[in-house]
């Protein structure tokens, strides 16, 4: 069964500092892999995603994450965090769509960004 | 491009008592699958419709039962309502045979 670890329920950052948000899976097969944010009261937005091909990949804002198989994880990273990028990041892990294309969440880190 | 829409944004109910929420897909995609997230919890994959089917579901009782349109639009209902129901319930489309979930704003429905 897949799961995903979240290490950090709470960061607090500078507003210019770099960040990186940690991420743990664990699944069988090769997982495809996802970054959301959700500000308060809003649904999911899609930050990057990895399937197959180049492990470092480019999101939108900014963001950017590496997939490391041999630690299995999925960090996520900024290297100037702005105080619009306070919200709650989660983690996810899916099977594809021979697999009812569940994706497994991770509990999610909240991001402070102080100035 | 028109994104997902759910409906109703908020609603209070009361133990015992049933919920109809429902979601309209982004345009083009014929995939629809629902979560449920808990305060302070990642969404929890509820289940998966495609082709008007059940296509995937998680460990949810029957009482959580759903339904998707020939528009792809869809309903999550919740019968015999708990205290735990209360969460927000987010709605994501897709393409079939992609990876890729676009989610909705969700319904925040509250049991008492």
């Known amino acids: 069964a897949q799961s995903v670890t979240q290490p950090d329920i709470h960061i607090t950052v500078s507003e210019g500092a770099s960040l990186e948000l940690r991420c743990n899976y664990s699944?069988?097969?090769?997982?495809?892999l996802f970054w959301y944010v959700q500000s308060p009261g809003q649904g999911l937005q899609l930050l990057l995603k990895y399937f197959s091909g180049d492990t470092l990949v480019q999101g939108i804002k900014g963001f950017e994450a590496e997939f490391k198989r041999s630690q299995s994880s999925f960090n996520l990273r900024k290297p100037s965090v702005h105080w619009s990028d306070a919200a709650e990041y989660f983690c996810?892990?899916?099977?594809?769509?021979?697999?009812?294309?569940?994706?497994?969440f991770g509990a999610g880190t909240i991001l402070r960004v102080k100035s | 491009e028109t994104g997902v829409t759910q409906s109703p944004t908020h609603l209070i109910k009361t133990r015992g008592q049933q919920v109809t929420l429902r979601c309209s897909s982004q345009s083009g995609h014929n995939t629809v699958s629902w979560y449920q997230q808990a305060l302070g919890q990642g969404p929890q994959f509820i289940f998966q419709y495609y082709r008007e089917e059940e296509n995937g579901r998680g460990n949810f009782p029957p009482r959580f039962s759903g339904l998707q349109f020939p528009n792809y639009s869809s309903e999550l209902n919740v019968n015999a309502l708990e205290l735990d129901d209360s969460a927000l319930y987010l709605c994501?489309?897709?393409?079939?045979?992609?990876?890729?979930?676009?989610f909705g704003e969700g319904s925040r429905l509250t049991v008492l």
């Open positions: 994501a489309s897709s393409l079939e045979h992609t990876g890729e979930l676009f």
């Open positions: 699944y069988g097969a090769t997982p495809y």
């Open positions: 996810a892990v899916g099977a594809g769509w021979e697999y009812g294309n569940k994706l497994v």
